[in-house]
């Protein structure tokens, strides 16, 4: 009898984890999180001559080379360890997301984002966007940044790299943790590409 409780019980034990490996497997396919970026700043009146092009290259390998979509932002692992691709939502490139969204960030510090005639050019080279997700996961990125004054001349030139650590749990894996936690770090690193570009910097006339 006990031999038999405990056949049960590991039966029982091996259909859990294999309900959960399956679940995990269906949940993950198809998924798409939504990087919209909402400026802290109130919107300011444009500042008269302050204008700012903003030009963003993805030049990520594996997109230049069509191993990824262009929308691609990382990768959920499903419960046997399976990668499922994760675009950006509505499938809107990357670059062109990120250009969207600096503009904004740059409206809301009163400055114009017309592309002709502008003051100062910020330019955007995406060299990694990427995250692996399974159980826990990591988020991570690298970007060129340069600001250019009206005629092409470099003024400021950074990298921008961070990587960032993301908790799951052991059910659910880091699905529904990386949907929250995704969208924050995305505004955080349009912030930090505006400030650290130097590109509100008072121009000189």
């Known amino acids: 009898m006990r031999y038999n409780l405990s056949y049960s019980s590991g039966k029982i034990f091996l259909g859990i984890i294999c309900a959960a490996a399956f679940g995990l497997s269906g949940c993950v396919a198809g998924q798409a999180i939504r990087l919209a970026h909402v400026s802290s700043l109130q919107q300011a009146a444009p500042v008269a001559g302050e204008n700012v092009s903003v030009e963003v290259h993805d030049d990520r390998p594996y997109v230049k080379n069509g191993i990824k979509t262009s929308d691609y932002i990382g990768h959920f692992r499903a419960g046997l360890g399976n990668t499922w691709d994760v675009s950006t939502k509505g499938n809107v490139p990357l670059a062109e997301q990120l250009k969207a969204d600096l503009q904004k960030e740059l409206t809301a510090q009163s400055f114009t984002t017309k592309e002709n005639s502008p003051n100062r050019r910020l330019v955007v080279d995406i060299l990694e966007y990427n995250f692996d997700a399974y159980m826990n996961g990591r988020h991570w990125y690298e970007l060129k940044v340069k600001s ?35 969208p924050k770090i995305y505004s955080q690193m349009i912030i930090d590409i505006v400030k650290r570009s130097g590109i509100t910097q008072t121009s000189e006339k």
């Open 148 to 182: 250019l004054d009206v005629n092409g001349t470099p003024l400021t030139y950074v990298v921008i790299k961070e990587s960032h650590k993301v908790k799951g749990s052991f059910w659910f894996g880091a699905v529904g943790a990386f949907k929250r936690k995704i």
